[in-house]
């Protein structure tokens, strides 16, 4: 990769990092580190030891390579004066070459075996109210993407990037300590003009972020391509296909313009990035060669000091590429440890009375609003009874709280004020694992693996019909059961049909009562009969 592709990544984690960070405020952020990562990888302990164990000593291979070279150097110096030796200091050289080249094949054999997937408890995820996925930003898609591209970031902290980046940071140590120990003034230069060039490239670096940041939040070119692809249909209805082009051709040319005021500074990084090899060898000679020529120093020990800063350098810039993914990972692990750790408002699914359920059910003053609209009431004091084995109804205008009575059944939510009681007990102090696993939810919604509605009910007669709603009624026998109502017709043989709106039962009575009655359940039958 380089340096400027490294740097516009950077600048992409920046604007992730942003993004992720605006989450974590709204749901209480929770700071995650390295350190934090490490301790979640449970069972896994053994084998980050052992990578990182073969990666330092993998670290070694680089100084090793400047010994070696130094070592041939000094070998062909012989030629003219003694061959014989020559030819020994070669041979041990080759020993030498091919010992460090099995170990380096071992190790990193080992290290890729050590590649370790990151385990992550999303049990608590599983397990967290209802609530917490009605935020909007908690939706499905952006879980699911959360999750898609969060846990391969974490990834990165525990797997080979962060064994090649521990390979080369021991690289960079090691050599410098051969180069000062070797000649420290060729190693003192090299480390002196490391510091400034990094400098340089630091400064330059920020720059490049700061504008690739500033560019992408207001790169609107994509943004308004998506859009255009996604409304296509309406857009060509209302002939404006003219408009957006010219639109986008101005959002095109502004992104050029932009582009084009960074490319000086990429290019003069990119420059010194690529340069710095050769430059870093030249302050070595431009210090070395006096010190051969004038002071008698030793050779062997100036080629060694110079091409271990030179490695150095190089190993520098390998692991420097990686820095990006960790920034991500820190971040990602944020997010993902914040679902992890939440605790449910509903409390813990094990802890609670487990009693042996009998089907008796009351609302006692029930008082909910949702927590994303916490100023518009669903319930005003819902008050009914429900006892065991009896069949009702619940129907109403839409909005009215229907579907919330099952919700706060299932304690999806807990009410905001009044009780909800199973068998006489407040149904919070039960445990909510042994209260799911006692009442049965069938959903509303259809879910259909293949095909299509009409495929799925076409042989549906009335027939067919009845002899579901046959098999429906001897199910439920000797079972409470509560009935949601929208088709009226279904619900005709319920023991108690309440009439719920704006939150409080307004009738109840059996379907014969409340026809007789013509109050609103009548009202609402004639509709719905005028409709079909």
Known sequence: MSSGEQITVTAESNAYEEEIKAGMKNDGEIKAGLLTIFANARGQYIYILLSWATAILRGFEMPCGAFIYAMVFRAISFYDTDKEMMIHELVICLIVYVAVSIAVFLLHFVSVKMDLHCSLDLHAFYILDAAYFDNPQHAPGRLITRLASDAPNVKAVVDSRMMYVVFNMTAWLVCLILALTSCWQVGLTGTVMSVLLGIVMVCLARTIQKLNLQFMKVNQAGKLSIEVIENVRTIQLLTRERYFYEKYEEASKQQKRNEMKKGYYEAANFSLTQTF????????????????????????????????????????????????????????????FNMINRKSKTGDINEGDKPNLRGNLLFEGVHFSYPQRPHQPIMRGLQFTVQKGQTVAIVGPS???????????????????????????????????????????????????????????????????????????KARAGRTCITIAHRLSSIQNADVILYVENGKVRESGSHSELINRKGRYYQLIKKQDIAS
Request: hydrophobic share 45%; charged share 20%.
């Open 399 to 473: 909005g009215s709280g229907k579907s919330t009575v099952i919700s706060l059944l299932e304690r999806f939510y807990d009410t905001t004020a009044g009780i909800v009681r199973f068998d006489g007990q407040d149904i919070r102090k039960i445990s909510l694992r042994h209260l799911r696993s006692q009442v049965a939810l069938v959903g509303q919604e259809p879910r259909l693996f293949a095909g299509t509605i009409k495929y799925k009910t076409y042989l549906m007669g009335i027939k067919t019909i009845q002899a579901v709603q046959e098999a429906l009624d």
């Open 277 to 336: 090899v050769y430059f870093s060898l030249a302050a070595g000679y431009a210090v070395g060669i006096p010190l051969m020529t004038r002071w008698d120093y030793d050779v062997q020990a100036v080629y060694r000091s110079v091409f271990s800063v030179l490695l150095s350098c190089l190993a520098m810039m390998n692991c420097s590429t990686f820095f990006p993914e960790f920034t991500k990972a820190r971040t990602a692990a944020g997010m993902l």
